[in-house]
């Protein structure tokens, strides 16, 4: 089955620097490529998501890219805020999230971010 | 708000008992998802029910069980609990059709510990 690897599991950050958390999967069926957040106590929230059609995506700080050779997807935040601050997951999945599949979920990367 | 709701959010229990966590969609949303997350595991996907139906089956053990009722919320069974069942249990929803971009919608959780 599909499997994702999330790296780093921590990263620490100074505000206003960039953040970069990468993930790889396994199946190249997978088409589907969300990236969730997780406050404390919170249930985890979408920020942004790409699918295997496209290479690139951006919603204002926060942007993911696609490389579908190399089964490896990234999230890139820029201008960090202390708000950032959060475990983030990648996901990957063959359908949507909805009735077509299900996510299979990396590791988690806690962000840490420095005023 | 994701408009998902648990209860209870904290549940304390034994080894060897049974307890029942229950999950209401977001209003129209027909698909009810199930996770269970732990510290060493992350976030995996256990079960989904479509509309009363299951779906989707993922790493559920056979003490768990679910089901989804004519109103759509849902419960997750979990018996036999051993200590290793401690975890935080998220119930998801999404939209179906035209209207399904992939986003799953997470409520706040359900802390299960066993003692």
């Known amino acids: 089955g599909e499997n994702v690897e999330q790296h780093p599991s921590t990263l620490s950050v100074q505000e206003g620097d960039s953040a970069v958390i990468k993930c790889t999967y396994s199946?190249?069926?997978?088409?589907?490529f969300p990236w969730y957040k997780q406050e404390l106590g919170k249930g985890p929230q979408l920020i942004i998501d790409i699918r295997s059609n496209v290479g690139e995506k951006k919603d204002q700080r926060i942007a993911v890219t696609l490389n579908k050779t190399a089964k490896h997807f990234s999230l890139h935040i820029t201008e960090t805020q202390p708000e950032d601050s959060a475990v983030y997951f990648c996901?990957?999945?063959?359908?949507?999230?909805?009735?077509?599949?299900?996510?299979?979920f990396g590791k988690g990367t806690k962000l840490s971010v420095k005023p | 708000d994701s408009g998902v709701t648990q209860t209870p959010k904290h549940l304390i229990t034994a080894t060897g008992q049974r307890v029942t966590l229950r999950c209401s969609p977001r209003s129209g949303d027909l698909s009810v998802y199930w996770y269970q997350q732990s510290l060493d595991q992350g976030l995996q996907f256990l079960i989904q029910y479509y509309n009363g139906e299951e779906r989707a089956k993922g790493n559920i053990l056979e003490r768990f069980s679910a089901q989804q009722f004519p109103d759509l919320h849902s419960e997750l069974n979990l018996s036999s609990l051993e200590l290793g069942d401690s975890a935080l249990y998220f119930c998801?929803?999404?939209?179906?059709?035209?209207?399904?971009?992939?986003?799953?919608?997470f409520g706040e959780g359900s802390r299960l510990t066993v003692l």
């Open positions: 998801a929803s999404s939209s179906q059709g035209a209207a399904n971009t992939g986003e799953l919608f």
């Open positions: 996901a990957a999945s063959k359908g949507y999230g909805g009735s077509q599949g299900n996510l299979i």
């Open positions: 199946d190249s069926a997978s088409n589907y």
